[in-house]
């Protein structure tokens, strides 16, 4: 292994190094609002800086200006680094966490560089501070991982796991070198520049897919999910119906589904605006929510007004006691707006079916029986109970527990189903 090769090779890992932070810092024009994506950028830059300065005359090690500063640069631009996986998972550290485990070896390097210059101080104390800065990184990805996540969160584990592998066999290496009082030989520097370089491609392609898989999960939520409410939008609320159906007909379990519609909105808009109206509605989302709790449910804004709740598995008297609930909570409620407290009702159709393979004649018949229930008084909740069984009468207000309203409880059957 010539030195030609070697100043060859430094030469190789300064231009990637700083290629890699100037393609991130692109990215970062693009993407301007992601805290992880600034840290990361800043990161690679001071590690791109040290980089070139570990290629100046006398190396790294040969002069203690130059060896303090190539530490300092790369210790914060671990630290950084740190910050910013902290940051994409959501969990931001605070400043006294890695400054706990940073402070002692920067203080520890710069006595080393100005003081002591003992032999081979500062690569043991870099090489240190890398094990505990990527072994943390990566005890972060594996416990905070989520499950749309999951493989670009697994990757960027594994590839910070190699790091940490890469520094600790360097500490070990170091500690020989250092024991036997030897400098390490031009073949070992020039293997140990190859193999940061390639860590460092992995590294930043490892960052590059966390951004990329969020940006997706991101533009998935924002397809299926109704941005005023924050439930699933018609679309994605049809899709996991017809998913919740096909379940339940394998299984011969019932399938409910309530169809719900906010009675007299339009006045809500016209008295009091459209921002009081959006107030309203996202207040009965949160409501669904507090109703409906638990991953079975499906909920969704059907549209304008219209909300839907998918029971699988819920027979008709669950069915109608979890809508009777909602009728209830929302006539007791009181809305805090800009307008000042507002109360509005809701009313409800109910559909249960063990045998229907048709979603789109399901909710025909739910939405028919919330009509049936508007027409007769509204602030109610009525079932449309299948032809094929004897129709059940509208039920006396003395054969269902009443509420302190004294609210009947109204069944019905939507013919010709």
């Not at 030989?185 to 140990?192: D, E, I, M, P």
């Not at 899709?239 to 009675?263: E, K, R, T, V, W």
Request: net charge neutral.
């Amino acid at each position: 292994m010539t030195p030609d090769l070697s100043s060859f090779l430094g030469t190789i890992s300064v231009v990637v190094s700083v290629g890699v932070a100037a393609g991130f810092s692109v990215l970062l024009l693009v993407l301007p609002r992601r805290p992880a994506l600034r840290a990361w950028v800043a990161s690679l830059w001071l590690l791109a800086l040290a980089v070139c300065m570990r290629q100046l005359p006398g190396g790294p090690v040969g002069a203690a200006p130059v060896a303090v500063s190539f530490a300092a640069l790369a210790l914060c631009g671990g630290a950084l680094l740190l910050v910013g996986v902290s940051q994409h998972v959501q969990r931001p550290l605070p400043f006294w966490k890695p400054a706990l485990v940073l402070a002692p070896l920067l203080l520890a390097m710069l006595l080393d560089g100005l003081l002591l210059h003992l032999h081979g101080m500062q690569r043991n104390l870099s090489n240190l501070c890398a094990v505990a800065m990527y072994a943390w990184m990566t005890w972060m990805l594996l416990r905070r991982t989520p499950p749309q996540l999951r493989l670009s969160y697994y990757v960027a584990a594994g590839v910070f796991a190699a790091h940490t592998a890469y520094a600790l066999y360097g500490l070990g290496l170091s500690l020989e070198l250092t024991a036997h009082g030897n400098d390490e030989t031009l073949a070992a520097v020039s293997q140990r520049i190859v193999a940061g370089v390639v860590l460092l491609i992995a590294q930043s392609s490892a960052l590059m897919l966390l951004i990329v898989e969020e940006i997706v999960c991101e533009l998935k939520q924002r397809a299926s999910v109704d941005g005023l409410t924050g439930l699933l939008n018609r679309n994605a609320v049809w899709q996991a119906a017809q998913a919740g159906l096909d379940a339940s007909l394998m299984a011969h379990a019932p399938f409910a589904a309530l169809i719900m519609d906010l009675d007299y909105f339009k006045r809500i808009n016209d008295n009091w605006g459209h921002l009081v109206g959006d107030e309203v509605l996202r207040h009965f989302a949160d409501l669904l929510r507090r109703a409906a709790p638990g991953p079975t449910p499906v909920l969704g804004r059907y549209g304008g007004e219209e909300f839907v709740v998918v029971l699988p598995g819920a027979d008709a008297d669950a069915a109608m006691e979890k809508a009777q609930s909602i009728v209830e909570q929302v006539h007791d409620a009181r809305v805090p707006t800009q307008a000042g407290e507002l109360r509005y009702t809701v009313s409800i159709g109910v559909v249960v079916s063990t045998t229907c393979r048709d979603l789109e004649q399901l909710m025909s018949r739910a939405d028919a029986a919330l009509y049936h229930a508007k027409a007769t008084g509204r602030d109610s909740a009525c079932l449309a109970v299948p032809c094929a069984q004897t129709p059940v009468q509208a039920m006396a207000p003395d054969a269902v527990p009443q509420p302190s309203r004294r609210r009947q409880r109204r069944s019905w059957c939507v013919k010709g189903a």
